[in-house]
């Protein structure tokens, strides 16, 4: 199951870089975004043992790629790296950002979630919307 967000206005990175914070306090997910897609050239890089990422890495090892993309937002242990970024290989499509749960997700699980997104993006000060599917 995966929670699609949809951003509108600008700035749009500054709006995923605080998606992605998110992310990090919430490990009942993994996440994909516009920016990731193309930096760990999506169509190339899922691996069901970790990661492995094949395009746009700059050449980075797995662990070290995320680290060095997530690294800037806070802590970050080298476990939740290799869990982080979703290794589904599905593309954001349409939208700009996803969460996606490891389990199905509680009613409380996503208030919870859109309460995080909704303090994240305040402060950057765009619109979003959220479709859980």
Known sequence: MKSYIKIYGPPIS????????????FPEVCVMDTALEATL?????????GLTGAGGGGGLGSVEMVMDHFGGLGEISKERCDTIISKSGESVGQFDFYYEWFQKP??????????????????VGVKYTITTK
């Open 14 to 25: 500054e709006a995923l870089k605080a998606l992605r914070k998110v992310a990090l306090d």
């Open 41 to 49: 050239g999506i169509s190339s890089y899922t691996s069901p043992g």
């Open 106 to 123: 509680t009613v409380a699980q996503l208030e919870s979630l859109i309460e995080k997104i909704d303090e994240a993006l305040a402060p």
